[in-house]
């Protein structure tokens, strides 16, 4: 066999026209090049991290501190930045495919217990150890830490200062002054609602389960006893969740349309673009007024979710590093260790307001004080701070509610139940009595 | 002879790849619905036929199913006939049909989601495109999302705005197969264009018509990223349909032997639907007719 290549001569038959000789050339060439990763892999150990956090300035962090570990130490880590609606699918598709990571950043409960059941993660309890935390910021299982954390994610309600001193609103105390405020602010046109008095989603999924049911908790409201009894129906809870909905019910009539498809973005732009006078969210809306509308990040207050006799809740979630286990778990845990007392404070400043410390020595540490943007949030920084070391707020959430730290309550989360009880409630016209009865059955059903 | 043994040796190769990508996975969704598994990484346990008695006692399964029947046939039929109406215009010459043919199917280039995304921007109730429309001439904005009506409305709407210029260009290839002295015969015996598409028209479209219903009707029934773009399933479940069961179940709450069969039972009823489909309008048949 012989190929014609215009402008040489014809080639001497052959593999594909080669000569044994160019061929064997070749093969030897395209046999270094193969070979040669794995060459230089068994000089050091290349470790595989999974990071959700995508911004721009959180992957900086993370490949600056990379860099300089394997100059340092000679491993290698490959960051996989990836968003982390599928991060947890693409860890055990991982795992499953004999190629575990070896660090992932993990926000969801649910994921870590999953990993923590299927015997694949490594506590890091030690590690935790070291410091002090805010209030239920290092949740152990089975008396082990399975997890670093790093920030809260707190719901916080946020408002218009300069709505409310041109209404002369005072920041409310109960759940009462909260609706009263909320009509006030509400600003109607030709039938629609211009302004809403506020956003509490109502959608079917994650954003609706972590922010709209700090009201509920601000009540007391129990979803179960402390052997796992589901007692939303029960007692004094079945009166306080239903006063949760009939307030969520009168709130919901204030609120912009939309609010079955608003979700995490929504809720930031709704409030970024003047179009709801109170929002739920993080920190991380501070840094998208920032971003956005610098005039407004002069002009918001936050407040903790107020109950009907004045009780105060938030509702959270977390965000912190996991360790797999792996044949390298011994290094990824070094190179954690290395992380925290190297990059923790960089890490944190790379989302300087979301990433709320959960560990409480950072609020002392100067470096991370001088940032110019904590300072100028210093205010709203402290009052969040004062949520997680005092006693007046209540912080729990759905998926962290019951006696401990369990699947049980993931199931509940992961399955809408609460978010499904506000939609028949302002969009299936059922009384709240009737939601909460079946939200309590449905919750039976699924732990 | 050597000829022969190269189809073969092809047939066999496509067999065995289809068989290996659609077989494999079909197989381990049907075997993964007799387990009860709550992640990717544990370790599934054999529970026999109870995850099938859990979907099939579950309102949610009929709800979806419902729903899902609802979407697909509302959706087809909205497809076929304004498919077929414009099928028949641009088979007219007049000037600028080549323009107007490629401006028409133009929809069914565009990748879903951006059409879905499209679709939330002109919607979206506080900022949509439609809202400042209707506020001009001082009518207020509906809600869409928050209505079972409008939601599945919706859904309907995009998808056939994206599809019909499939079933207009399928429709359009069969209309230049039919022989125009049909017409001219027909105009001649006195008939009229009524007479003339319920006579000729529909009858030379039946073939392809029928292969048009059939795939709309499979693409449809286990429609998913409109419905997941759109409405997640919203409100209160009135446009969950089986494919968003399914993966709300095994993605979402992790019940993987759950979200399996779904999944299985919804593979099934479509089979079982196109069996009686085909029996009652085999394909074969169409051709000879025609």
């Not at chain 1, 061929?23 to 470790?47: D, E, M, N």
């Not at chain 1, 399955?415 to 016209?429: D, H, R, S």
């Amino acid at each position: 066999m012989s190929i014609y290549i215009p402008g040489h001569k014809r080639m001497a038959a052959g593999l594909f026209g080669m000569t044994r000789r160019n061929f064997l050339k070749t093969a030897a060439v395209v046999g270094a090049s193969v070979a040669a990763p794995a060459v230089r892999a068994q000089s050091g150990v290349t470790l595989r991290f999974l990071n959700p956090e995508t911004s721009v300035a959180s992957q900086a962090v993370l490949k600056k501190a990379c860099d300089e570990y394997e100059s340092k130490f000679g491993v290698k880590i490959i960051v996989d930045s990836t968003p982390i609606s599928g991060t947890t699918q693409k860890a055990m598709a991982a795992i499953n495919a004999g190629q575990s990571y070896d660090i992932m950043t993990a926000g969801f409960i649910a994921s870590i217990l999953q990993f923590v059941q299927a015997g694949v993660l490594l506590p890091v309890t030690d590690l935790v150890k070291k410091y002090d935390w805010g209030k239920d910021a290092a949740w152990e299982y089975e008396g082990e830490n399975w997890y670093y954390p790093f920030d809260y994610n707190l719901v916080v309600n946020y408002y218009r200062k300069d709505l409310y001193a041109q209404k002369g609103l005072k920041v409310p105390e109960t759940s009462d002054d909260f609706l009263k405020n909320c009509q006030a602010l509400t600003v109607v046109n030709s039938g629609n609602i211009d302004v809403g008095g506020c956003v509490i989603p109502l959608a079917s999924d994650s954003a609706t389960n972590w922010a709209s049911f700090g009201n509920m908790f601000a009540e007391g409201t129990q979803l179960y006893d402390k052997d796992w009894n589901v007692v939303l129906d029960q007692g004094e809870n079945v009166d306080r969740a239903t006063r949760f909905l009939d307030l969520y019910g009168e709130l919901y009539k204030t609120m912009p349309p939309g609010m079955n498809a608003v979700g995490y973005a929504q809720l930031m732009s709704l409030f970024a673009t003047g179009k709801t006078a109170h929002t739920l969210y993080s920190g991380r809306l501070v840094e998208a007024l920032e971003a956005t509308n610098p005039e407004l990040a002069d002009q918001y207050g936050i407040f903790a979710s107020p109950g009907s006799s004045g009780q105060k809740a938030l509702s959270y979630a977390f965000d912190g590093f996991c360790v797999f286990k792996t044949k390298q778990s011994e290094e990824a845990v070094k190179f954690l260790q290395w992380f925290v007392d190297e990059h923790y404070v960089d890490w944190l400043l790379s989302a300087w307001m979301n990433n709320h410390p959960s560990r409480l020595d950072i609020y002392e540490n100067e470096r991370w004080k001088s940032h110019p943007m904590i300072k100028k949030h210093w205010e709203t920084m402290m009052q969040m701070k004062s949520f997680i070391d005092g006693d007046g707020v209540t912080i729990t959430a759905i998926d962290t509610s019951g006696p401990s730290i369990d699947m049980r309550a993931c199931n509940v989360f992961n399955a809408n139940v609460m978010p499904e009880m506000l939609q028949q409630k302002v969009l299936g016209n059922t009384s709240s009595a009737d939601c909460v009865a079946a939200a309590a059955q449905r919750i039976r059903s699924l732990i | 002879m050597v000829q022969d043994r190269r189809i073969v040796a092809l047939f066999v190769g496509s067999i065995s790849l289809l068989a290996l990508i659609i077989g494999g996975p079909l197989i381990y969704a049907v075997m993964l619905s007799f387990y009860s598994s709550s992640s990717f990484i544990g370790e599934p346990q054999w529970v026999g036929l109870s995850n099938y008695s859990k979907v099939l006692r579950d309102p949610l399964f009929w709800n979806s199913l419902t729903n899902g029947l609802i979407i697909a046939i509302s959706s087809i039929v909205l497809q076929v006939v304004l498919g077929v109406g414009i099928a028949m215009v641009l088979n007219k010459r007049f000037l600028g049909q080549t323009v107007v043919r490629a401006i028409a199917i133009l929809p069914y280039f565009l990748p879903t989601v951006v059409a879905c995304l499209v679709a939330q921007w002109i919607l979206e109730p506080n900022y949509g495109l439609l809202k400042s429309a209707l506020a001009s001439i001082g009518v207020g904005m509906l809600d869409w999302s928050s209505h079972a009506f409008t939601a599945k409305g919706t859904i309907v709407l995009v998808s056939v705005w994206l599809w019909t210029p499939f079933v207009v260009t399928c429709v359009l290839a069969g209309l230049q197969t039919i022989p125009t002295q049909l017409y001219e015969a027909a105009r001649v015996d006195g008939a009229g264009a009524w007479r003339q598409f319920w006579h000729i028209t529909i009858p030379g479209l039946r073939s392809v018509l029928i292969v048009v219903i059939l795939l709309r009707g499979i693409w449809m029934f286990n429609k998913f990223d409109v419905i997941w773009l759109l409405t997640k399933g919203g409100p209160l479940n009135q446009t969950e349909t089986l494919p968003t069961l399914a993966y709300r179940k095994s993605f979402l709450e992790y019940n993987l032997g759950g979200g399996a069969a779904v999944a299985t039972i919804s593979f099934l009823i479509l089979a079982g639907v196109i069996l009686i489909y085909l029996r009652l309008f085999p394909i074969d048949d169409a051709k000879q007719g025609r």
